[in-house]
């Protein structure tokens, strides 16, 4: 059972472009969390999923950022017209279940340049 | 809302002292506490969970506690190396809708 895979993971994206990161949770598990780890600082919860559904996007920034788990296929994090203080890392988690233990990937770093 | 504090932010150790990180949290409503550590510039790599039930959890020379009605966590590292330099978060899993909750990390330096 491979872990959670994430990709890429290294992004570099001119100001103004989109970023598409891609989350592929581990078999069987259908609740996905996306965190955001700004330079020096710790992960910031952003948006649950679970299939189809967005369960909680409290720590989504308002605009330009969007995130889906579809049906078939990986969760997408989506960023629109990327600005400098987009760079960070983002991680991704997934789990069985909301009280079970949430395995996490190895991240995308996203420089925007 | 959830607030995960770590304690202290930086550490500098000699090779060989056993050495204690701290994490407390402010809402005792949780799932489970983990511990991570992450080498500059990758990704989280578990070292121990600990479910809510639970006091204390083991593997190799680390030892975490949980005391869930103080709100604090200690993550005990015995014989230090230079090979266990890196930064250690604390992460608390809620029970509002399963998110966790990561402290800023303790930057644990271990000098041979």
């Known amino acids: 059972n491979a872990g959670v895979m994430q990709n890429p993971r290294h992004l570099v994206r001119r100001r103004g472009q989109e970023a598409r990161l891609r989350c592929s949770p581990m078999?069987?598990?259908?609740?996905v969390y996306w965190y955001r780890q700004l330079p020096e600082e710790g992960l910031k919860f952003m948006v649950y999923?679970?299939?189809?559904?967005?369960?909680?996007e409290s720590g989504m920034p308002k605009e330009r950022f969007s995130a889906e788990f579809p049906k078939e296929g990986p969760s997408i994090l989506r960023i629109q017209q990327v600005v400098r203080g987009d760079s960070a890392a983002y991680f991704c988690?997934?789990?069985?279940?909301?009280?079970?233990?949430?395995?996490f990937g190895q991240g995308t770093r996203l420089t925007v340049v | 809302k959830q607030e995960v504090t770590q304690i202290p932010a930086a550490l500098s150790v000699p090779e060989g002292e056993n050495l204690v990180l701290n994490c407390s949290f402010t809402?005792?409503?949780?799932?489970?506490l983990q511990w991570f550590r992450q080498d500059p510039g990758k990704g989280l790599t578990s070292l121990l969970l600990?479910?809510?039930?639970?006091r204390e959890q083991t593997s190799g020379r680390l030892n975490a506690s949980l005391d869930k009605s103080s709100g604090r966590s200690t993550l005990y590292i015995a014989a230090s190396q230079p090979g266990d330099s890196a930064t250690y978060l604390c992460?608390?899993?809620?029970?509002?809708?399963?998110?966790?909750?990561f402290g800023d990390g303790t930057t644990l330096t271990v000098k041979p």
């Open positions: 988690a997934s789990s069985p279940g909301a009280s079970t233990e949430a395995f």
């Open positions: 999923l679970q299939k189809e559904n967005i369960i909680d």
């Open positions: 809402d005792s409503a949780i799932y489970n």
């Open positions: 600990i479910q809510s039930s639970q």
């Open positions: 992460a608390v899993r809620g029970t509002n809708a399963g998110k966790s909750t």
């Open positions: 078999k069987g598990h259908s609740h």
